[in-house]
């Protein structure tokens, strides 16, 4: 199963547009060592990734929608096993 990391989607994305640490820093009002680590985060809040998400410009909801409709069977098998487990 492909992990879906958040911090290296936000990371990528902020290198594509050729923003800086510190420009994302600045725009939603944290310190650059916690936007360092963000990066390092697989998951992210909810609310944090929505500031985020507006002051990039770039919707990463849709980019994890499309990574687990890309994994969907996966997840599907994955969890009938858990449940299996359970019975």
Do not use: P
Request: glycine content about 4%; proline content about 0%.
């Amino acid at each position: 199963l492909k992990t879906i990391h958040v911090g290296n989607m936000i990371k990528k994305e902020l290198k594509a547009q050729g923003r800086t640490v510190t420009w994302l820093a600045q725009a939603v009002h944290m310190e650059r060592s916690s936007i360092y680590k963000i990066f390092d985060r697989n998951s992210i809040d909810v609310g944090l990734l929505v500031r985020i998400s507006l002051v990039i410009n770039h919707d990463f909801f849709d980019d994890i929608s499309r990574k687990m409709h890309d994994n969907y069977d996966e997840i599907f098998q994955l969890y009938l096993n858990f449940q299996q487990k359970r019975i």
